[in-house]
């Protein structure tokens, strides 16, 4: 990350995960049309690690949730570095050139992958370094508004549709991803400056942190450090969609990623909420969610991420308890204020179970003649 982005006309620094790039220019529902439209590009707060050595992507594939053994050069993959009761560590985006893996993380994260990476090289042909003092990262929804940057690696989300190996538990047939064509490119800081010449000079349209998380939220995408915390697995918030394969071999946390989606239930699970906003009083993150039970209202989850939508009005997601109905009536408490939330399903009650285990039939035993 750099400061070019932020010196531009009417740049606003984003605050907590996002600090350091831009929230917005002015004209948040304005940036969102644009980034919609694939015709504008946002710095985003994301940390770079590098690995090279012949033996990369084999070490990597034993290490985290994707298949990445045979990875073409240019390809994009996601993963997940889980710890060993199969909670989310660290999300990795990844692409290879064919000599050094790129992956893409959050910013506050980048430096703790690249320590625990360094650690478990052992004797295995393998370089690991943090580059985030040296490249940025800029998103857009079309490969077309990044043509021109120069970039040493592209990445494209294949959050869009199951990837490989995937398994989601969304059920709607109209999955809101299939209009997330999002794409990250890993740009050297010094070429920032040429961008930021081409953004005021009016060849390149530019928005903030705030237009792209609405359009993530929309898309029911997780994030790592906003919707999860130090519980979560991938089931609850369906990332076994893009970055988990259930046919590779060992990986750390593997044993609960398998044990939940074959013969379990994930305790919790995401919805997406659609908020009533009559009252104009902002959700904030971790606003509690209620659930109507016998007359009463019982707590039974957290917002994890809000923002306005540019056609929706407020949205948000939330992490609740898996046994709430999908049919519940739900509330969200922002400023002393109960805002009515419509549910809109992501991961349903029954996820999980994938193999049935037939019941053992106990017949009494008959007596000895």
Not at 100 to 110: D, F, G, H, N, S
Not at 164 to 188: D, K, M
Not at 238 to 247: E, F, G, I, K, P
């Given at each position: 990350m750099s400061t070019d982005f932020l010196s531009l006309p009417g740049a606003v620094a984003a605050t907590g995960i996002d600090a350091g790039v831009p929230a917005h220019y002015g004209n948040p529902m304005g940036e969102q049309r644009a980034l919609a439209d694939g015709t504008a590009v946002v710095e985003v707060a994301r940390g770079v690690v590098t690995v090279s050595g012949d033996d990369r992507l084999s070490w990597l594939d034993s290490l985290t949730s994707q298949r990445l053994i045979g990875l073409p050069a240019g390809a994009s993959a996601e993963s997940l570095l889980l710890d060993p009761n199969g909670r989310i560590e660290h999300d990795l985006r990844i692409v290879d050139d064919g000599s050094?893996?790129?992956?893409?993380?959050?910013?506050?994260?980048?430096a703790s992958l690249a320590t625990f990476l360094d650690r478990m090289r052992f004797m295995l042909r393998v370089e690991v370094a943090d580059r985030s003092?040296?490249?940025?990262?800029?998103?857009?929804?079309?490969?077309?508004?990044?043509?021109?940057?120069?970039?040493?690696?592209?990445?494209?989300d294949?959050?869009?549709?199951?990837?490989?190996?995937?398994?989601?538990?969304?059920?709607?047939?109209?999955?809101?991803?299939?209009?997330?064509?999002?794409?990250?490119?890993?740009?050297?800081?010094?070429?920032?400056?040429?961008?930021?010449?081409?953004?005021?000079?009016?060849?390149?349209?530019?928005?903030?942190?705030?237009?792209?998380?609405a359009l993530r939220i929309a898309a029911w995408r997780p994030r790592l450090g906003v919707d999860t915390d130090e519980r979560s697995i991938p089931?609850?918030?369906?990332?076994?969609?893009?970055?988990?394969?259930?046919?590779?071999?060992?990986?750390?946390?593997?044993?609960?990623?398998?044990?939940?989606?074959?013969?379990?239930?994930?305790?919790?699970?995401?919805?997406?909420?659609?908020?009533?906003?009559?009252?104009?009083?902002?959700?904030?993150?971790?606003?509690?969610?209620?659930?109507?039970?016998?007359?009463?209202?019982?707590?039974?989850?957290?917002?994890t991420s809000s923002a306005i939508h540019y056609e929706r009005g407020p949205v948000a997601l939330a992490v609740i308890k898996r046994t709430v109905p999908s049919g519940a009536v739900l509330t969200v408490m922002a400023d002393g204020i109960a805002i009515a939330a419509a549910q809109e399903v992501i991961v349903p009650e029954g996820a999980g179970r994938a193999v049935e285990v037939p019941r053992i039939s106990r017949v009494a035993a008959a007596p000895r003649a």
């Open positions: 050094t893996t790129w992956i893409i993380t959050e910013a506050p994260a980048a003092a040296d490249f940025s990262v800029i998103g857009a929804f079309s490969a077309v508004a990044l043509d021109g940057i120069e970039s040493v690696a592209l990445w494209q294949p959050w869009r549709s199951p990837s490989p190996g995937g398994v989601t538990y969304a059920q709607n047939p109209e999955h809101p991803s299939s209009e997330w064509t999002w794409f990250e490119s890993v740009v050297p800081v010094a070429s920032l400056a040429a961008v930021a010449l081409d953004i005021v000079a009016g060849r390149r349209r530019v928005a903030g942190t705030l237009a792209l998380d089931h609850e918030l369906d990332w076994l969609r893009s970055a988990v394969h259930m046919n590779k071999g060992c990986y750390r946390g593997q044993e609960t990623v398998a044990k939940v989606h074959n013969l379990g239930h994930p305790p919790r699970r995401v919805v997406l909420l659609d908020l009533d906003g009559s009252e104009g009083v902002p959700v904030p993150t971790g606003a509690v969610v209620f659930a109507e039970r016998a007359g009463e209202q019982v707590e039974v989850g957290l917002v």
